[in-house]
């Protein structure tokens, strides 16, 4: 079946703008997270998802936004970005509320010039 | 909030060399542990995860990890790296929400030829 699939690939924006990615979950699943990583902070976490309602959320300040459709399609959303923001954003998925171990999608690379 | 440390930021092994990527988390509440691991440009595969049971999990592809609870520990080895090992290496804890993942920062493995 196919994996988690995130678009764009790529983007490139300029700062104070805004962007949009999403994320098509595995096929049943349910919850959804998203993360970012950078070459300085690693890998941290954003939110997470699970049946149009987020469950948990990441020290991240409030530009950084999520939402979850009933499909389990996710977006996120970065308003007025910051040339901190430029990074790999990676969505997860897995099928329960309890089902350990997420699936990746290949993420997003955000440059913000 | 847990904190994971994994202690060796690059590890270069000859091909067919045993190799140890070390990985320490700080809580000793109950967690549940993983390994990732990122290939260039792509996004993050499991390649194993210890939920309970038994301390030592295997992956397919020969790589094995032991789950320590006195050391806090979840060390990943491979007695004879391939080529094509090379890559990124995550590891990673949840609590028992399963939820949200905590990550190192990562272990970059460069098998020399």
């Known amino acids: 079946k196919a994996g988690v699939t995130q678009t764009p690939r790529y983007l490139i924006k300029t700062r104070g703008q805004q962007v949009t990615l999403s994320c098509s979950p595995i096929?049943?699943?349910?919850?959804v997270s998203w993360y970012q990583q950078t070459p300085g902070q690693g890998l941290q976490f954003l939110f997470e998802y699970f049946s149009e309602t987020q469950r948990n959320k990441g020290n991240f300040p409030g530009r950084f936004s999520g939402r979850q459709f009933s499909n389990s399609r996710s977006e996120m959303n970065v308003s007025t970005l910051e040339l901190g923001d430029s990074a790999l954003y990676l969505c997860a998925s897995k099928q329960g509320a309890q089902d350990y171990g997420y699936t990746f999608g290949s993420g997003t690379r955000l440059t913000v010039v | 909030a847990q904190s994971v440390t994994q202690l060796d930021s690059q590890v270069p092994v000859f091909e067919e060399a045993p190799v140890e990527l070390r990985c320490n988390y700080s809580s000793s509440v109950s967690v549940y542990l993983f390994w990732y691991v990122q290939y260039p440009n792509q996004g993050l595969q499991l390649l194993l995860k210890?939920?309970?049971?038994?301390?030592l999990v295997e992956s397919i592809n020969g790589f094995e990890a032991e789950f320590n609870k006195s050391q806090t520990s979840f060390h990943l080895r491979k007695p004879s790296v391939h080529i094509s090992d090379t890559a990124e290496y995550f590891c990673a804890v949840s609590e028992n929400t399963g939820n949200q993942f905590y990550f190192g920062t990562g272990t970059s493995l460069t098998v020399i030829p």
């Open positions: 210890y939920l309970s049971g038994s301390t």
């Open positions: 096929s049943g699943h349910r919850s």
